[in-house]
């Protein structure tokens, strides 16, 4: 492609423009209702679409490579640093029981959306149903890991991206309203109460919580997770079958079970920062032609995969009698992630369920990569 002469092709400024759209829509998320809904990764992407078609930023460039590849494996581990799987005590077995329910669903409407619409996707077709797994069973983290493991070229990952973004909001809204609806068929809920086991839950969005930072403590997180990215590489290299992504999230896992590492400030904010500097690298190779190209079966692919997961679920919960609100609150934890599943149990009005919700959408987090690539390779 002729690229025109304003394109931005020194590499600083390129790092500048990247980081300047990242700040922005963060911003735009916390500023208006509207942007809020969209989300900042999706704001983001849209961002580094609109600098790629106007033909503004390079179509490839170092600092591409750079973002997608050591950047985003930090930004892994620096997420999974957050999960403590001694928690799981704190969502106590209903809610964990249909956590796991939720992401066997997810995985079951994923190899249903391949039987009926893999032929859309004749090269892609697994690749799309192990990354809808991943995203499904625990949010965006999982998503950008499977994506990677699994080689999702850069437009199906925009138009991918754009689907699951769409259909989590359209399903956040499911849940809000299927507890009114179907809760006559279930079991009575616990009564509500306040903090969990005296835990303080904290509803503060990771990238506008005041944190405080030493400089020790950033050193600590960015040697600890490039020790974790060495590793992870180095155990690659000797088992060529086992994807990367695979070793990366075990050892992050591992070290993150240490209470002093879990104890340094500042990791989910990293994380969070990293993964969005990725998504704008994703916007910035995402042409409008090549997306529309790509056809809305992506947006059925991801209503199917989620449809199912909200049949199976609420039908298998109904028969091991557990509650609807469990329930809801456990789907939006697959489907959402941790944040999205605080947002409905205070809109729920269960805030005794946000720290539970919480808990088992960050378990989603070490789970989804294992179940996306599962599902992924089974299909390939």
Request: glycine share 12%; no cysteine; net charge neutral.
């Amino acid at each position: 492609m002729r690229e025109s002469g304003l394109v931005i092709q020194d590499p600083l400024a390129l790092t500048t423009v990247i980081v300047a759209i990242t700040a922005l829509s963060f911003w735009l998320a916390r500023r208006f209702g509207w942007a809020a809904k969209m989300g900042a990764s999706l704001l983001v992407i849209l961002f580094g679409a609109l600098l790629a078609n106007l033909d503004l930023v390079p179509v490839t460039s170092g600092v591409y490579g750079l973002i997608g590849g050591p950047i985003t494996s930090l930004a892994i581990v620096w997420l999974l640093f957050a999960v403590d799987l001694h928690d799981l005590k704190v969502a106590g077995p209903r809610m964990l029981g249909a956590f796991l329910i939720a992401v066997a669903a997810t995985a079951t409407g994923a190899l249903t959306a391949f039987t009926l619409l893999g032929s859309f996707f004749p090269e892609d077709g697994w690749r799309l149903a192990g990354v809808m797994t991943g995203t499904y069973s625990g949010g965006s983290l999982n998503f950008v890991s499977v994506g990677r493991a699994v080689g999702l070229s850069g437009t199906l990952f925009a138009a991918a991206t754009a689907a699951d973004n769409l259909v989590t909001g359209v399903w956040v809204g499911a849940t809000l309203l299927l507890p009114v609806w179907l809760g006559r068929f279930f079991t009575a809920p616990p009564s509500a109460g306040g903090d969990v086991d005296g835990e303080e839950i904290d509803f503060a969005d990771p990238m506008h919580a005041s944190v405080g930072f030493r400089v020790l403590d950033l050193l600590a997180l960015a040697g600890l997770a490039l020790a974790v990215v060495l590793a992870a590489e180095r155990a690659a290299a000797l088992t060529p079958a086992v994807p990367s992504v695979i070793w990366l999230t075990t050892f992050a896992l591992i070290v993150a079970q240490v209470p002093r590492v879990r104890a340094l400030p500042g990791a989910l904010q990293l994380g969070t920062l990293a993964l969005h500097l990725f998504f704008a690298v994703i916007g910035i190779g995402s042409r409008v032609d090549q997306i529309l190209a790509v056809g809305i079966q992506v947006f059925y692919f991801a209503a199917v995969v989620v449809a199912v997961h909200g049949l199976l679920l609420f039908v298998v919960a109904r028969l091991v009698r557990f509650d609807v609100e469990t329930t809801a609150i456990a789907s939006q934890a697959a489907v959402g992630g941790p944040s999205t599943a605080i947002a409905l149990a205070v809109a729920r009005k269960r805030p005794d369920l946000a720290l539970p919700g919480a808990m088992v959408g960050l378990l989603g987090y070490a789970l989804g990569t294992y179940a996306g690539i599962a599902v992924a390779f089974l299909l390939g």
